[in-house]
């Protein structure tokens, strides 16, 4: 389990592979100066945030190798938040390589 730090608040737990999917999605829309609201559960319950490219952020994995990265989950966190401007960590899809191996 790793943490996201937002704003040098409390550290949020998510698991690794989470992280590093988020991560992507996350450094993708501040690279392009984009703001967007982040929603995660929490110990607290649902929590938001608003990220913009001027607060600080920080991904602090457990592990010491990155996953390796579901490009529809991706496309699937990506896809949302461009639609709502809200970045809420789904359930992970079976991968493309995964879905092909079915259907075989």
Known sequence: MGF????RGEPIELDDRAL?????VIIDKLRRGEHFSL???G???MVS??????TAIEFVYHGNRRPVLNH???EQLAG???LT?????VPEPPSSAELQHDST
Do not use: K
């Not at 590093?20 to 992507?24: F, I, S, T, Y």
């Not at 945030?49 to 001027?54: A, I």
């Not at 401007?85 to 960590?89: E, R």
């Open 72 to 74: 529809a989950w991706l």
């Open 4 to 7: 996201l730090i937002y704003d």
């Open 43 to 45: 110990e607290r319950g």
């Open 20 to 24: 590093a999917h988020l991560q992507v």
């Open 39 to 41: 929603t995660l559960r």
């Open 49 to 54: 945030y608003w990220v913009s490219p001027r």
């Open 80 to 82: 949302e938040v461009g």
């Open 85 to 89: 401007g809200v970045l809420t960590l």
